[in-house]
């Protein structure tokens, strides 16, 4: 099993970059190779991605969510991926996201490619592209303040 963790500031506050993480139906947005994110249920989430030129799918499942705080969930089925994405204030109108993923790469291609290191600059750029989607906007595009 791989670890990956990435942190970035974003020039919004907690609340808002946490909001904006809540609409998980949102994330083709700004997350590379994620063709659908579909919330069946307050907890389950179904994935649909391209990784590496194949098609996958797969259900996550939602088991920790704290508001303004950290988002966690475990994969059900399709490829291994658990995590846990936490927000933590830098001052008023700023904030350090942190994502953490634990993943096993399926295959000689998935594992060559996190050998040289795409895994981590494909996190670092989905970052950077989520800073740049909530700081042109400013504002979150829902929320969901539920607990879990």
């Not at 970059?17 to 179904?46: C, I, K, M, S």
């Not at 994935?47 to 508001?67: D, F």
């Not at 295959?107 to 996190?114: A, R, W």
């Amino acid at each position: 099993m791989k670890t990956i963790e990435k942190s970035i500031d974003v020039n919004v506050p907690v609340r808002t970059a946490y909001n904006q993480w809540t609409q998980f139906e949102e994330f083709p947005r700004f997350l590379e190779g994620v063709e659908e994110v579909r919330q069946l249920d307050d907890t389950l989430l179904h994935w649909r991605a391209n990784i590496g030129g194949k098609s996958l799918e797969w259900n996550a499942r939602i088991i920790e969510q704290v508001p303004d705080n950290r988002i966690a969930w475990q994969s059900e089925g399709g490829p291994m991926h658990n995590g846990m994405v936490s927000f933590h204030p830098i001052g008023a109108e700023s904030a350090r996201v942190t994502l953490r993923m634990d993943y096993e790469p399926e295959g000689l291609l998935q594992e060559t490619g996190d050998k040289l290191g795409f895994v981590s600059r494909q996190v670092e750029e989905d970052l950077e592209r989520f800073k740049q989607f909530i700081e042109s906007r400013g504002v979150e595009t829902g929320a969901w303040r539920g607990a879990v």
